[in-house]
């Protein structure tokens, strides 16, 4: 039973762009006092992901994007500098509000064809304080992809994978009183 829903989504994902997905695929949750915690400078941390290529421009995206959301964000390079050997973030004297994840589970070839990827994933906007605020799931998505070595399309479908998560980021709560 599980390998055919996943099949009914794979087949399903192929044939909507990430703006017709049906909104029942996806599981997005926002802490019901969202505005009260008032998230404004986000650490956009690591993306864990299998590919280097991946976790760069996936974590670049996502980072240019949050200022579309109104949210100020904290250097890439400051945030790198307070990351441990284990890759564990360490804020330190860092002033903050939250951070952002992005974990990729799954990006590969399909099987059988080098034209498509799977992708999914989640993301997560966490409060310094460890309350869990956004979370949006990513299920089994398709990314037509011409070449495995053409960057321009592997880039398209990393950036597919940016928007689809910062469409559903709720914006930065506006300041008291506006």
């Known amino acids: 039973m599980r390998r055919l829903l996943f ?13 017709e997905l049906p909104e029942g695929l996806v599981i997005t949750n926002t802490h019901p006092e969202f505005d009260k915690f008032r998230p404004t400078v986000i650490a956009v941390l690591p993306v ?3 590919s280097l290529k991946l976790r760069e421009q996936l ?3 996502m980072y240019r994007g949050i200022f579309e959301k109104k949210y100020s964000a ?4 400051s945030v790198d500098a307070r990351l441990d050997s284990s890759g564990n973030f360490d804020p330190g004297d860092l002033v903050f509000d939250a951070t952002l ?3 990729m589970e799954t990006w590969k070839p399909m099987a059988g064809t080098a034209a498509q990827y799977q992708a999914r ?12 605020l956004w979370e949006c799931s990513m299920p089994d998505r398709a990314f037509k992809v011409e070449s495995r ?3 321009t399309e592997v880039n398209m479908a990393i950036s597919e994978i940016a928007k689809f998560f910062l469409q559903r980021l709720p914006p930065s709560p506006p300041p008291p009183g506006e």
């Open 101 to 103: 994840t992005v974990t």
């Open 59 to 61: 974590r670049e995206e």
């Open 48 to 50: 864990e992901a299998s």
């Open 74 to 77: 904290i250097k890439l390079q």
């Open 7 to 19: 099949v009914v989504l794979v087949l399903a994902a192929c044939k909507t762009s990430p703006d």
């Open 149 to 151: 070595a053409a960057d």
């Open 121 to 132: 994933g989640i993301a997560r906007m966490t409060h310094k304080s460890g309350e869990l």
